[in-house]
């Protein structure tokens, strides 16, 4: 290329210079199409890995391949130094931008590749949820740390602010005080974050009931968690709430849960046959994991007896679909062969009484 512009030399001061962006953008296209090519063409044997590489790297590396090459190629153009210095600290820049671009979202498919290894759809994810938590929190504090970096190489890159860096790194720790007390909350935040992501009282996709309200644990950011409440709405908290205050976690070491069905009956109802059709209810339906089922009268009153069925599920969402279905069916068994052991009132008339409540 320097070559080609000393035969340019006695053209107009513009030529050279037009003729290098052109040609750096004809190699960034060029390279751009040669690496979609390849992705596409190992599709075949890591479909997944190159698929997220297709998807996150398309358009990144337009900008920084054609922006090396002009970088590398500004000396051979003849500009005014006065002008050199201010494209060369520009394309600095801009290349120091494009190049966090492109780690970013190397970062993003890094991620892809290990939430596929860790899928949270399988029915026993404890541990997937884990992992996947910790990877969303590190990822998150990767790239604000990265981001930090970039932006310091850009300010470097200014001749001024390399000159004063001792000044300005004084006077960044004073108003870095002034900072931290300002943005304490903040950054109690983001501490009682990384203690989330690596003590885990919380994960993602967690059943949670927080104040009140039963949901999941849908993003646990740097600074707030989201729970998904079970009619779809948002519970949005500050990440210290889980540090702070107390909250009950239904899959915290197990996604497995236990769910329980109260009936209310008359205690003409016989015992033996609501416990057959309760284990034949439970048979029939795949929401049931087999391993627990259990029926107790836990309760007696001067009106009812309270019974109690226990079944487990593969995770609280099943749990709770199952416990419906199990109380409808139970329900509907006791309409149809016991409607006289439905809860109703007992009363006995004496002549006395039926005397004075005709008066």
């Known amino acids: 290329m320097p070559l080609l512009f000393d035969e340019l030399s006695g053209a107009p001061t513009w030529v050279p210079a037009v003729l290098l962006v052109t040609l750096s953008l004809a190699v960034g296209f060029l390279a751009r199409f040669i690496l979609l090519r390849f992705i596409r063409y190992w599709q075949n044997r890591d479909r997944k890995l190159f698929k997220s590489l297709e998807k996150h790297l398309r358009g990144s590396m337009f900008l920084f391949i054609p922006l090396l090459l002009i970088s590398t190629g500004l000396n051979s153009v003849n500009i005014q130094p006065g002008s050199l210095s201010f494209i060369t600290t520009t394309i600095n820049i801009f290349i120091i931008l494009s190049f966090c671009s492109v780690i970013i979202r190397l970062i993003n498919v890094a991620q892809d590749m290990l939430f596929i290894r860790y899928d949270i759809n399988l029915s026993n994810n404890l541990r997937a949820r884990k992992i996947r938590t910790q990877i969303m929190y590190v990822k998150k504090v990767a790239i604000v740390v990265l981001v930090t970096l970039c932006l310091s190489l850009i300010l470097l890159s200014f001749p001024g602010v390399r000159k004063f860096g001792t000044t300005i790194l004084a006077g960044a720790g004073v108003a870095g005080i002034i900072i931290g007390f300002a943005l304490q ?116 009153t001067d009106k009812t007896m309270t019974i109690r069925l226990l079944m487990t599920a593969q995770n609280s969402p099943t749990a709770w679909d199952l416990r419906c279905y199990v109380r409808e069916k139970m329900i509907e068994f006791i309409q149809q062969n016991y409607p006289q052991s439905l809860p109703h009132v007992r009363a006995t008339f004496t002549d006395a009484g039926f005397r004075e409540a005709s008066q």
């Open 185 to 300: 909350k903040s950054l109690v935040n983001l501490f009682a974050g990384i203690q989330i992501a690596f003590t885990q009282p919380i994960k993602i996709d967690d059943a949670v009931v927080v104040e009140n309200e039963w949901g999941w644990i849908e993003e646990i950011n740097l600074t707030y968690v989201v729970v998904r409440i079970w009619d779809l709405r948002r519970l949005v908290l500050p990440i210290t709430y889980f540090t702070e205050n107390a909250f009950q976690n239904w899959t915290r070491n197990n996604a497995q849960i236990l769910g329980s069905v109260f009936l209310y009956l008359d205690y003409s109802m016989p015992l033996d046959p609501l416990r057959k059709h309760f284990e034949k209810v439970l048979s029939e339906t795949k929401l049931w994991d087999q391993q627990t089922q259990v029926l107790q009268v836990t309760d007696t």
